[in-house]
């Protein structure tokens, strides 16, 4: 049921709730003034029954009460009185009945009636006789013995129908109750009005619900007629047509809804007719002259724009490299040798002795300016001439042991650095030894300056999805996004007297072994390498 109501429409499922409420309404207020009024003829009843047997009460003899009481015959004159009496209420007042009944009840609750009216026989009420009660009538009679004062039932039904009964009790002179006067009201008027009533509103509500679903259907047309227009806009959006316009709405959210749909179709119409150059300039297009409209077309073009652009930027770097590569080669040979000649002499006046100390200071600071210089030309040859034959299986637990073993006492000399290791044995990779191990101690050192003012540098030895996975970790300075982006260009660093040539080695030695290196930095909390190297089949 439930799922058969959520398949349906939106205008069926507001239509069938505001209905279902509509009629709880109606229902309820027809039950509450239903009972309202009931209440209120029962109260009208229980008045006059109280009231008529106040005055009647007064008309009964607490004496002959009495006599009846100790002499229990019909010929009894104080029994034919009181019987008349009882007779003659009957007459005056129609659908009523009287009793007098004695002040005990038995275990069996039961009453004793002493003197009944003629009519009261139809109920199987008769002189010297006892009756059962019911609770609600024994309520109110105990309640009237209790309080020594005129009472009434609520509404009882009886062998005859409903009855609501009153009770005035007969003091003698000592001020005992002699006896109960018990005067019944008949009140199925009460049950016939109620049907009156029900059928009534019946006819009524059925009247109100017809009215009511007519409004509401109507009503909900007006109303979710800005909203359908809306669905039908996106199923022509979802078709390709991006020039599809939506009527301006009187109500503020549905107006505020209109508004932003066209704002995004005349976004995506302009959105999918630059995706249609930008495919026609790539060339994409596979020929197609029509323009793109269908969202699955438009991913497809996208993926084959990301997949096109993507291999531009390779040949794009490539060729970047290729000239790199070039410009080393020529720099290498022509300044390596005059330089390897003037580094020479220095070394050969540095070992003069009559020189001051400030000369000695000099000479040193141009040898340490020429090593630098060598370090640098060395990293173009290694861009110029790529080892890439010399791939052997290697323990990365063990060449990463050497590395920090190598760097350990760079890091304690340098600052106050702590490092850290967790090598998982096993881990077999396929590299060049020596290139990786450059590698290694590149990034490694850096990470040691990164830490200015000491800290922990951690390396990590493990296997993931196919890879010996080597992880380097400082807590140094960290990097921000714009220089994790350019961080493996040339010609780009972040050290003082740095050229960026490092790194960039680092990417394509590593490039070269068909691994990647992936780069992960907070500014101030540091830098993690994670350089991935395939595994070696053993």
Known sequence: M???????????KILLFSFFISLILVVSTAGISLIIQTKQMEQQLRFRIIELSSVWGTTIDVEDIKKVSMNKEHSN????KLKQSLTLLSEKAPYTNGSIIAPEISKEDEVFILVSSDNQKELGIESFSTFQTENTFLKGFNEAIFKQSVTSSSIYRGKSGLWIAA????????????GILSLNIDAKIIEKYQNEITLYLIGIFLIIIIFVYFILRRGLEKVLNPVNEI?????????????????????????ILVE?????????SVLFERLSATSEEFGTGNGKVAPIHRFEDAIGEMEQILQKSKVQRELQRAEKMNAIGQLAASVAHEIRNPMTVVKGFLQIFLAKEQMSDEERMYIRLMIEEMNRAETIINDYLSLAKPDIEHLEMVDASELASKVMDLMNSYAMMSKNIKLETVLHKGVHIKCNPSELKQVLINIVKNGIEAMRDGGNLSIYIYKEKGYGVIEIGDTGIGMSDVELERLGTAFYSLKEKGTGMGMMVCYQIIERMKGKIEVKSQVGRGTIFKIYVPLAEI
């Open 2 to 12: 439930m799922e058969q109501f959520n398949n349906l429409p939106l205008f069926r």
């Open 77 to 80: 004159p104080s029994f034919q």
């Open 167 to 178: 009770f005035v009790p007969i003091m003698d002179h000592e001020g005992k109750i002699a």
């Open 231 to 255: 669905i039908s806009g996106f199923n022509e959006v979802s078709n390709g047509n991006f020039s599809v316009r939506l009527k301006s709405s009187d109500q503020n959210e549905l107006g």
């Open 260 to 268: 932003r749909f066209n704002n995004m179709t005349d976004k995506l």
